[in-house]
């Protein structure tokens, strides 16, 4: 390869949320504006399991629970570093493999955040009993218990959020009190947010599409090289340089330490020139999936905000896919629903009790797909994006496949208060469902114009 033309196309800080699917608001209110992440300790997270396990207080105050099981449950405290990140360096210094390791979900770079993860019961030999390991001063590991099961999300009750909004517009407080009521009456859509495709670079549904295509070649170059200018001066220069001139001996050197994935792929296909599956896999399985089924919820993301645009959000019709909800608000994704008009007035009941929610599908191999308006713009989406549902089932990377899954269309069992105000910061703890993300009620309570502020840069 000579030279690589980029497919990334050169976005404003204002297309982001267009090119990623988030089109619209459902509150009416202009917002109170401000910057939330301009420092970790601005996003506080933790998790809460479904047998209550609260993952900061056992963090902070429990001790060693014994007993028998075949792994280990640990509290993983981290501080700006990702979740994937955050396991790859704890695999590396227990000399385990990624996929040993148990986790419920994946949580922000930008943020200090306590989550349950599960080990190898076997490690705790390495854990000099039940000390905290600390690796790089960003993560630190504490034994709780042994346990029977390895974790997921299944066993995930509720993430729990602390977030200081910085430089807000106003901090009238009656203003974020009437959008909270006002989504509590209509519901919040459950977009997938910013940080599954990346605000400065969202390059993983690009990447993805090319996997699907078996176009795996420019899918590694577009992985290193497509460059965006909202991102880091030194990346960007570093990615469009080997764009340019394709030499991997150059990008081996030059490429900035800070961009660990692209080093690792560069020195694959300097060991095994055109092996774009081999270098592919130099990422971790969780991140292959996640690259993949980034396609898909861009896709769902392009349906809801259709969806509400055509003020279908809370329109119950013939063919729509339910899912039964429980007290958390957690979707039974095993159990779903197809309305009829025997059963449109129950369901509508229970809808509105906040038992049952609309679903789509995020997109897979298996996909289901309602047979009405919704499904005909799901439909409709996947054409113009020159998809087809059964190129989810990969053929070079099988392992990162996915089916599909249900995805409630809104938000409905929350809870949201604002627990500190001065003259330049807003302090709001609220809590969400596994799967739902904080941006996505933050964006409808700040309704920022530049959601580059969702990552800690203030529009300028």
């Not at 993949?292 to 729509?320: H, M, P, Q, Y």
């Not at 409709?380 to 995805?407: C, H, N, Q, W, Y």
Request: aromatic content about 6%; charged content about 30%; proline content about 5%.
């Amino acid at each position: 390869m000579d030279s690589y033309k980029p497919i990334l196309p050169p976005l404003k800080a204002e297309d982001i949320e267009r090119f990623i699917g988030i089109s619209q608001y459902i509150s009416r209110s202009k917002g109170i504006g401000g910057v939330i992440k301009s420092r970790p300790e601005d996003f506080v997270i933790w998790e809460i399991l479904e047998t209550g396990m609260d993952a900061k207080k056992l963090f902070e105050l429990s001790s060693f629970i014994k007993g028998y099981g075949g792994h280990l449950l640990c509290v993983m405290k981290k501080v700006e570093l990702d979740s994937i990140r955050a396991v790859s360096l704890l695999a590396a210094r227990l000399n385990l493999k990624s996929r040993e390791i148990g986790i419920c979900g994946i949580k922000d770079k930008m943020s200090i955040s306590w989550q349950f993860i599960t080990m190898p019961s076997h490690v705790l030999e390495n854990l000099k009993d039940t000390d905290v390991l600390k690796i790089n001063n960003l993560l630190e590991i504490k034994p709780i218990k042994y346990v029977r099961h390895k974790l997921s999300s299944r066993f995930l009750k509720s993430n729990v959020f602390q977030v200081k909004i910085r430089h807000p517009r106003t901090t009238d407080l009656s203003i974020i009190e009437e959008i909270i009521r006002e989504l509590k009456i209509k519901g919040i859509p459950n977009y997938y947010g910013h940080q599954r495709f990346g605000i400065t670079r969202p390059i993983t549904p690009i990447v993805g599409s090319l996997i699907l295509r078996r176009m795996l070649r420019e899918a590694v170059a577009a992985f290193l090289s497509d460059y965006s200018n909202l991102e880091n001066e030194k990346n960007k220069l570093a990615r469009k340089d080997l764009g340019e001139r394709w030499d991997l001996e150059w990008a081996r050197k030059n490429f900035p330490k800070s961009l660990t994935y692209e080093r690792m792929m560069i020195e694959s296909l300097l060991r095994h020139p055109e092996d774009y599956v081999k270098c592919l896999r130099i990422l971790p399985l969780r991140l292959r999936r996640l690259i993949v089924e980034s396609v898909a919820a861009r896709i769902f993301n392009l349906t809801l905000s259709k969806i509400i645009e055509e003020g279908r959000f809370n329109e119950l019709e013939v063919g729509d896919i339910v899912l039964p909800i429980d007290a958390s608000g957690r979707a039974d994704k095993n159990r779903p629903i197809t309305v009829t008009n025997s059963n449109i007035k129950q369901i509508e009941k229970l809808i509105k009790d906040k038992k049952m929610a609309i679903a789509l599908p995020t997109p897979g191999y298996l996909s289901p797909i309602p047979r009405n308006s919704k499904g005909e713009i799901m439909l409709k989406i996947m054409e113009e994006e020159s998809l087809d549902f059964k190129d989810f089932k990969l053929v070079d990377l099988p392992e990162a496949s996915t089916k599909g899954s249900l995805r409630p269309i809104a938000i409905t069992s929350w809870d949201c208060s604002v627990t500190s105000i001065d003259n330049d910061s807003i302090i709001l703890q609220f809590s969400l469902p596994p799967g739902s993300y904080a941006t996505i009620l933050l964006r409808e309570l700040m309704k920022s114009e530049n959601p580059l502020s969702y990552v800690g840069k203030l529009p300028i």
